[in-house]
T-cell receptor, first 113, second 114 residues
Framework: GENVEQHPSTLSVQEGDSAVIKCTYSDSASNYFPWYKQELGKGPQLIIDIRSNVGEKKDQRIAVTLNKTAKHFSLHITETQPEDSAVYFCAASKVVGAQKLVFGQGTRLTINP | GAGVSQSPSNKVTEKGKDVELRCDPISGHTALYWYRQSLGQGLEFLIYFQGNSAPDKSGLPSDRFSAERTGGSVSTLTIQRTQQEDSAVYLC????????????FGPGTRLLVL
């Protein structure tokens, strides 16, 4: 089955700097890759997603890149702000067929003022 | 509009008791998922309902776990004879039939088994 690895497990950056979180997946049939942000005591919130027919997607300060050949995808947050502090999860699934998400282990991002 | 809601938000129970966790999906969403998040861990798939199709139960960890979805809307996850290792946050998600891969999560039920 699918296996998703996520790095780093913790990341601390200065406010205003960029943060990058990386994930790799094992199943070449996976074609949908969402990123979730989870704040303390809350459920995961979808922040951006990408399908395998595109290589990059951007939404304001957040971008995701996908390399299908290498089977890895990354989340980029620019101009970080204190409210970006949270745990971020990557995931992989198939658009058609079994849609269960397989999650990475999460990255705890801390933005230092 | 209203998001996915779950109840109770917190549940403390004694080992050996049965518990029921409830999920109300987003109105109009036909797909519903249950995941489990153990302390400091990622999310683990449990079960998936899609319309009138047979559910995908491949993630249920033991036969003490079961789930049903009545009328294609509300779902209940039942854990029988709870064990301490069942302590976790149980998360429900739903998605629209036209984009079933795009899942929206509820706030979760925090279960503590003493």
């Amino acid at each position: 089955g699918e296996n998703v690895e996520q790095h780093p497990s913790t990341l601390s950056v200065q406010e205003g700097d960029s943060a990058v979180i990386k994930c790799t997946y094992s199943d070449s049939a996976s074609n949908y890759f969402p990123w979730y942000k989870q704040e303390l005591g809350k459920g995961p919130q979808l922040i951006i997603d990408i399908r395998s027919n595109v290589g990059e997607k951007k939404d304001q300060r957040i971008a995701v890149t996908l390399n299908k050949t290498a089977k890895h995808f990354s989340l980029h947050i620019t101009e970080t702000q204190p409210e970006d502090s949270a745990v971020y999860f990557c995931a992989a699934s198939k658009v058609v067929g079994a849609q269960k998400l397989v999650f990475g282990q999460g990255t705890r991002l801390t933005i230092n003022p | 509009g209203a998001g996915v809601s779950q109840s109770p938000s917190n549940k403390v129970t004694e080992k050996g008791k049965d518990v029921e966790l409830r999920c109300d999906p987003i109105s109009g969403h036909t797909a519903l998922y249950w995941y489990r998040q153990s302390l400091g861990q990622g999310l683990e798939f449990l079960i998936y309902f899609q319309g009138n199709s047979a559910p995908d139960k491949s993630g249920l960890p033991s036969d003490r776990f079961s789930a049903e979805r009545t009328g294609g809307s509300v779902s209940t996850l039942t854990i029988q004879r709870t064990q301490q290792e069942d302590s976790a946050v149980y998360l429900c998600a739903s998605s629209h039939r036209l984009a079933t891969e795009t899942q929206y999560f509820g706030p979760g039920t925090r279960l503590l088994v003493l």
